[in-house]
Nanobody, 117 residues
Framework: QVQLVESGGGLVQAGGSLRLSCAASTSIFSFNSMGWYRQAPGKQREFVATITNDGSTSYADSVKGRFTISRDIAENTVYLQINSLEPEDTAVYYC???????????WGQGTQVTVSS
């Protein structure tokens, strides 16, 4: 059973930074890609960033230039560095892993990020 465990969320003032971590229970090469999504209160879950097996990255337009996704292969961990936080970034951030086969993604339990103005 694949497990994804997020950490690093918290309460931060606008303009601050956080680094979120997602530790996988298996090699990250078991997945086609890994990424981050977020869900704000009353809104649908939305894509934030992804990193593919070959290391290519992509970002939602709303976070380009402020968020950086990276990985530590030896630690089976994916990170999301969040800079210049805005109150609109307040959400639960979820780690996602897309397997090579099968229709279902894996999800972590989420980590809360709250940005005060």
């Amino acid at each position: 059973q694949v497990q994804l465990v997020e950490s690093g969320g918290g309460l931060v003032q606008a303009g601050g930074s956080l680094r979120l971590s997602c530790a996988a229970s298996t090699s990250i090469f078991s997945f086609n890609s890994m990424g981050w999504y977020r869900q704000a209160p009353g809104k649908q879950r939305e894509f934030v960033a992804t990193i593919t097996n070959d290391g290519s990255t992509s970002y939602a337009d709303s976070v380009k230039g402020r968020f950086t996704i990276s990985r530590d292969i030896a630690e089976n961990t994916v990170y999301l560095q969040i800079n210049s936080l805005e109150p609109e970034d307040t959400a639960v951030y979820y780690c996602n892993a897309r397997p090579w086969r099968g229709p279902y993604d894996y999800w972590g339990q989420g980590t809360q990020v709250t940005v005060s103005s």
